[in-house]
């Protein structure tokens, strides 16, 4: 096999105070932290459309990057096969394990679908045999229900019973290739579930065809034996004025009400709640408190732009604090899948390297931090003590439903007025986060 990417070694961990920008400063695989190999409990995974198809087109000018690893002609099966030989060297290059598709990723897309079935049979043949003596697996599939035309009013949402059929047939393969490839999870991530206008929407009749695209998806997958999760990937806008799945606790709802909580779970991505107005760490919390932490799309955008840039994750504060967020949740049924790309000025093979060094480093510095935050103790010992009061007797009774307004009521007037709550002490605990991040 040629090699694609030929004056770059297999990454080491060379340690922090390595100036080599082709080594690991902090990403150690066999580190163990809190019990668990660093690996583990980082599986990180590649975005086969950022990595292997973007080439850095924006919507004021063409590729910057050639990524035809190879190939003579783009857009051929010949180009699919350099992709996947490029991804697979590039992976075992990092030690990543784990990769993330939409099918039109994998294959061009004809114009029969039967066509592209057979194309998407043919470059899965082809993956499963270079996945053969490697420890490289499928994260998650997806199909791409939003670049094509037809999905201009959505897939599950679209007015249309015919896009919606066609929906359905994409789905289902790219679930059979999902399947093959030993995915798992699926994602939905909804760019055009969503309405430009209220004007022309009926919104509940959208919303129940969303549900029954998924419920369909669910039947299909469990009957040709999918054990993984289902995942929503919450995003309020872009490309729509307006998304239904606006964030985890939109989505969360959304489940739940169409019964579709048992099969689903959340995949979260940095980007996307910064842009629906929350930290990432808001919409970790949400879906973990609700026992649907999945899997993350690990990237951030820039506070300063209104849309999802997808930048590579350099920010160790918003990195510790979403793998505290992970430890506390107790790990992650799926993984890390870099929904990254490399800026568009950065566009030779080397910055694909050091982009996934920067990424992967970021999350390794971010999880060494979180266990010392959670060994430390000083936070959880203030949350625990924030909430001491219903330790109390009457307290108790709170917490355990055992009460009523009345007795409340009369607790109350004989207690006369309540001290003040307590200092929240935010300041302090930002200069303990400080203080660990930094010593
Ligand atoms: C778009 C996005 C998608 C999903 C998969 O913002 O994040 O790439 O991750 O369809
Ligand atoms: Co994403």
């Given at each position: 096999m040629k090699e694609v990417f030929k004056n770059i070694p297999v990454i080491p961990f060379e340690g922090?105070?390595?100036?080599?920008?082709?080594?690991?400063?902090?990403?150690?695989?066999?580190r163990v932290i809190m019990g668990k190999k660093m690996s583990e409990h980082l599986p990180f995974a590649m975005a086969w459309w950022h990595?292997?198809?973007?080439?850095?087109?924006d919507m004021f000018g063409r590729d910057?990057?050639?990524?035809?690893?190879?190939?003579?002609?783009?857009?051929t099966m010949e180009h699919a096969k350099a992709k996947v030989d490029a991804g697979f060297e590039f992976m075992k290059k990092l030690g990543i394990k784990y990769f993330c598709f939409h099918d039109v990723d994998l294959v061009p897309e004809a114009d029969d679908i039967k066509e592209t079935n057979a194309r998407l049979d043919e470059i899965s043949d082809y993956i499963l045999e270079k996945m053969k003596g490697t420890d490289i697996k499928c994260l998650w599939g997806t199909a791409n229900?939003?670049?094509?035309?037809?999905?201009m009013n959505g897939a599950?949402?679209?007015?249309s019973a015919d896009v919606f059929c066609f929906a359905a047939a994409q789905v289902k393969k790219a679930l059979d290739i999902t399947v093959k490839l030993g995915g798992r999870g699926y994602v939905f991530?909804?760019?055009?579930?969503?309405?430009?206008?209220?004007?022309?929407?009926?919104v509940k009749f959208e919303q129940e065809n969303i549900a029954r695209l998924m419920h369909l998806a669910v039947d299909y997958g469990r009957s040709i034996g999918f054990k993984g999760d289902f995942y929503i990937e919450p995003?309020?806008?872009?490309?729509?004025?307006?998304?239904?799945?606006?964030?985890a606790a939109t989505a969360i709802g959304f489940v739940r009400q169409y019964g579709l909580d048992k099969d689903f779970k959340m995949n979260i991505e940095a980007n996307h709640a910064t842009l629906a107005g929350h930290t990432f760490q808001h919409d970790l919390r949400i879906s973990a408190i609700n026992g649907m932490l999945g899997s993350i799309d690990a990237n951030q955008g820039d506070t300063?732009?209104?849309?999802?840039?997808?930048?590579?994750?350099?920010n160790v504060y918003d990195a510790t604090l979403c793998m505290y967020e992970v430890l506390k949740a107790g790990g992650l049924t799926g993984g890390f899948n870099f929904d990254s790309k490399t800026r568009r000025?950065?566009?030779?093979?080397?910055d694909m390297f050091h982009a996934y060094i920067l990424g992967m480093d970021t999350f390794a510095l971010g999880l060494i931090k979180a266990a010392e935050i959670i060994e430390d103790g000083r936070l959880d010992e203030f949350v625990k003590e924030r909430y001491s009061?219903?330790?109390s007797e009457i307290g108790k009774k709170i917490r355990s439903g055992n009460t009523s307004l009345s007795e409340l009521a009369s607790y109350a007037e004989k207690m006369g007025k309540p001290d003040l709550?307590?200092?929240?002490r935010q300041e302090y605990l930002e200069s303990v986060i400080n203080n660990i991040l930094f010593n």
């Amino acid at each position: 096999m040629k090699e694609v990417f030929k004056n770059i070694p297999v990454i080491p961990f060379e340690g922090k105070d390595s100036k080599n920008p082709l080594a690991f400063k902090y990403y150690n695989a066999d580190r163990v932290i809190m019990g668990k190999k660093m690996s583990e409990h980082l599986p990180f995974a590649m975005a086969w459309w950022h990595n292997l198809c973007a080439g850095g087109t924006d919507m004021f000018g063409r590729d910057t990057t050639d990524k035809s690893f190879g190939a003579s002609e783009k857009g051929t099966m010949e180009h699919a096969k350099a992709k996947v030989d490029a991804g697979f060297e590039f992976m075992k290059k990092l030690g990543i394990k784990y990769f993330c598709f939409h099918d039109v990723d994998l294959v061009p897309e004809a114009d029969d679908i039967k066509e592209t079935n057979a194309r998407l049979d043919e470059i899965s043949d082809y993956i499963l045999e270079k996945m053969k003596g490697t420890d490289i697996k499928c994260l998650w599939g997806t199909a791409n229900m939003f670049s094509n035309p037809r999905f201009m009013n959505g897939a599950g949402s679209t007015n249309s019973a015919d896009v919606f059929c066609f929906a359905a047939a994409q789905v289902k393969k790219a679930l059979d290739i999902t399947v093959k490839l030993g995915g798992r999870g699926y994602v939905f991530w909804g760019g055009r579930e969503g309405y430009e206008t209220l004007l022309n929407t009926d919104v509940k009749f959208e919303q129940e065809n969303i549900a029954r695209l998924m419920h369909l998806a669910v039947d299909y997958g469990r009957s040709i034996g999918f054990k993984g999760d289902f995942y929503i990937e919450p995003k309020p806008k872009e490309p729509m004025k307006h998304q239904y799945d606006f964030d985890a606790a939109t989505a969360i709802g959304f489940v739940r009400q169409y019964g579709l909580d048992k099969d689903f779970k959340m995949n979260i991505e940095a980007n996307h709640a910064t842009l629906a107005g929350h930290t990432f760490q808001h919409d970790l919390r949400i879906s973990a408190i609700n026992g649907m932490l999945g899997s993350i799309d690990a990237n951030q955008g820039d506070t300063l732009l209104g849309w999802d840039t997808d930048e590579f994750p350099f920010n160790v504060y918003d990195a510790t604090l979403c793998m505290y967020e992970v430890l506390k949740a107790g790990g992650l049924t799926g993984g890390f899948n870099f929904d990254s790309k490399t800026r568009r000025p950065s566009y030779t093979m080397e910055d694909m390297f050091h982009a996934y060094i920067l990424g992967m480093d970021t999350f390794a510095l971010g999880l060494i931090k979180a266990a010392e935050i959670i060994e430390d103790g000083r936070l959880d010992e203030f949350v625990k003590e924030r909430y001491s009061s219903y330790n109390s007797e009457i307290g108790k009774k709170i917490r355990s439903g055992n009460t009523s307004l009345s007795e409340l009521a009369s607790y109350a007037e004989k207690m006369g007025k309540p001290d003040l709550p307590g200092s929240g002490r935010q300041e302090y605990l930002e200069s303990v986060i400080n203080n660990i991040l930094f010593n």
